[in-house]
């Protein structure tokens, strides 16, 4: 998957992200060496364009489709827009009426009625979720579900998150180590928590802990204590209120 959507201004700089949808000529040379050299199916991830006086998607999809890329995923805002404002599904339905190989839609779905109205909007094959699975990776499990049935997945249960929560970290300390570990966790697990009764003040308290083991402790009885709350995890109706404002 080649990206063109990094907007941050140190890739950009360097010509790497989404500093590429200003120039059509590279684009078009990159994504036919990068298709010609590897014998996997190669995919791009783009923005809308550089700023909205040139949004470029649609040449560029163009661009992709006739070098040979197999999919599309496109984040509706422009490298400018940076992550402000609301992510535009229009120019996402154009490319997806541009071309036929699959496009997935992307930016600022959020719940499973957002899911099924970029769909509708966009006439998109998939739509890709991204912050919104921060503390939150059954949301994919969540709009799937909908999206079939049209009815909502009760929350997940207290031991299943107490089990994931228990992997996801395991996985990070092994990847980052017991010094870096410790404190890159600390955002993820604050995602976790923050929708549940005493989230807010278990993160606080959380944020102190210096070692990985001492962490992990305190995130497996922070749900332990959720069971108290019942046997699925009990979101807090304000929280549900924000999620239900920002689809
Ligand atoms: C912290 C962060 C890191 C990201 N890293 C990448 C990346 O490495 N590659 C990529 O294609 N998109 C990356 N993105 C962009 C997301 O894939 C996505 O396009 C963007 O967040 C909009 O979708 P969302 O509203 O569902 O989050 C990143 C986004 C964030 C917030």
Redesign the pocket.
């Known amino acids: 998957?080649i990206?063109m959507?990094?907007p941050v201004k140190k890739v950009c700089n360097a010509w790497c992200g989404s500093a590429l949808l200003q120039h059509e000529d590279l684009v078009e040379k990159i994504l036919d060496a990068v298709v010609r050299a590897v014998d996997v199916p190669v995919t791009l991830?783009f923005r809308t364009g550089w700023n909205r006086e040139n949004k470029t998607a649609l040449r560029i999809a163009r661009i992709a489709a006739q070098a040979g890329i197999q999919m599309l995923?496109l984040?509706g805002?422009t490298r400018a827009d940076g992550?402000s404002g609301q992510?535009e599904y229009k120019t996402i339905a154009a490319v997806k009426a541009a071309v036929t190989i699959p496009v997935v839609a992307?930016?600022?779905?959020t719940t499973p009625e957002k899911a099924r109205l970029v769909l509708q909007q966009t006439g998109a094959d998939a739509v890709?979720?991204?912050?919104?699975a921060q503390g939150r990776p059954w949301i994919c499990r969540e709009i799937d579900h909908f999206l079939r049935t049209g009815e909502h997945l009760p929350a997940p249960r207290v031991a299943e998150v107490r089990q994931l929560m228990d992997e996801h970290l395991q996985a990070h300390y092994a990847f980052y180590g017991e010094f870096l570990g410790v404190r890159t966790a600390r955002k993820h697990i604050g995602w976790y928590v923050r929708e549940l009764e005493g989230g807010e003040a278990f993160r606080q308290q959380m944020n102190l802990l210096e070692s990985t083991a001492a962490q992990l402790r305190a995130v497996d009885s922070f749900f332990e204590s959720q069971l108290s709350f019942g046997e699925r995890l009990q979101y807090r109706p304000a929280v549900e209120k924000e999620v239900a404002l920002a689809a």
């Open positions: 998957d990206n959507g990094c991830k995923t984040h805002r992550y992510a992307n930016g600022d779905i890709m979720i991204g912050r919104a």
